[in-house]
C-alpha cells in the first residue's frame, strides 16, 4: 500500500466545472504540498498547508490532520488547469524528503 | 532570482554509458534533493544534501548511483554502466533551510533515456 494514495487517478471535466482531487496519506507529516506537472515540465507549488485551508486565485488546499487527509478544489475550471496535479506529504524528521503520490491527470475539456 | 536549473534537459544513453547529471539550486539553498520520475509515476526520493554533506542516501536504487555535492551549492547525480531500467526524469529540488516545512522549488528535470 502506498504511503500516498490520490483519487482519481485521471479527471476529464468540461470549461467551467468544480474539480476536486483527493489525497489520503498513512504517515506523520509536517507538512503537505500539493504540485502541479505539464507534460514535458517542471514542478510547480501550488499549496503547502500543515493545517487548514488556503487559497490562492481558483485554487482552493484544505488539510484534516486527524484524518490524513487533503483535498485540491479547482473552481470554474478551464483547460489550461489541464495538468497532473501532485500531492506529497513531507515526513516529519531531519531530512525533510518528500513522499509522493502517483498524481492525478486532469483534462479540462472547452 | 533564477530557480532551480539542470543540465542536461534530455540525455540519451546507450546502456552501459555513465551518465552525470547536474544541478544548480537557487544560490543560498541550504537543502537539495534528487528525485526520480519513472514515467506515469510520481517522484521518488533518492537523496539529500545539507550543505556539502549528504545526510540520507536512502533511495539511491544501487551502487551504481552516486550524488556529490562538494562546495555545498552544485550537486551532480552520477550514474555508472546504465541499464534501461535507470530512464526516467530525474528532478532536482533545492530549500532554502535545513529544519521545518519549507518549500521546495523543482528544477525542469533531465530526462533519461537509456537504450
Known amino acids: 500500500k502506498n504511503e500516498v494514495e490520490q483519487s482519481p487517478q485521471n479527471l476529464t471535466a468540461q470549461e467551467g466545472e468544480f474539480i476536486t482531487i483527493n489525497c489520503s496519506y498513512s504517515?506523520?507529516?509536517?507538512?503537505l504540498h500539493w504540485l502541479q506537472q505539464h507534460p514535458g515540465g517542471g514542478i510547480v507549488s501550488l499549496f503547502m498547508l500543515s493545517s487548514g485551508k488556503k487559497k490562492h486565485g481558483r485554487l482552493i488546499a484544505t488539510i484534516n490532520i486527524q484524518e490524513k487527509h487533503s483535498s485540491l478544489h479547482i473552481t470554474a475550471s478551464h483547460p489550461r488547469d489541464s495538468a497532473v496535479y501532485i500531492c506529497a506529504v513531507r515526513e516529519g524528521g531531519a531530512t525533510n524528503k518528500l513522499i509522493f503520490g502517483t498524481g492525478t491527470l486532469l483534462a479540462v475539456q472547452p | 532570482g533564477a530557480g532551480v536549473s539542470q543540465s542536461p534537459r534530455y540525455k540519451v544513453a546507450k546502456r552501459g554509458q555513465d551518465v552525470a547529471l547536474r544541478c544548480d539550486p537557487i544560490?543560498?539553498?541550504?537543502?537539495l534533493f534528487w528525485y526520480q520520475q519513472a514515467l506515469g509515476q510520481g517522484p521518488e526520493f533518492l537523496t539529500y544534501f545539507q550543505n556539502e554533506a549528504q545526510l540520507d542516501k536512502s533511495g539511491l536504487p544501487s551502487d551504481r548511483f552516486f550524488a556529490e555535492r562538494p562546495e555545498g551549492s552544485v550537486s551532480t547525480l552520477k550514474i555508472q554502466r546504465t541499464q534501461q531500467e535507470d530512464s526516467a526524469v530525474y528532478l532536482c529540488?533545492?530549500?532554502?533551510?535545513?529544519?521545518?516545512?519549507?518549500?521546495?522549488?523543482f528544477g525542469p528535470g533531465t530526462r533519461l533515456t537509456v537504450t
Open positions: 544560490s543560498g539553498h541550504v537543502s
Open positions: 504517515v506523520g507529516i509536517s507538512a
Open positions: 529540488a533545492s530549500s532554502l533551510y535545513l529544519a521545518g516545512p519549507y518549500e521546495q522549488y
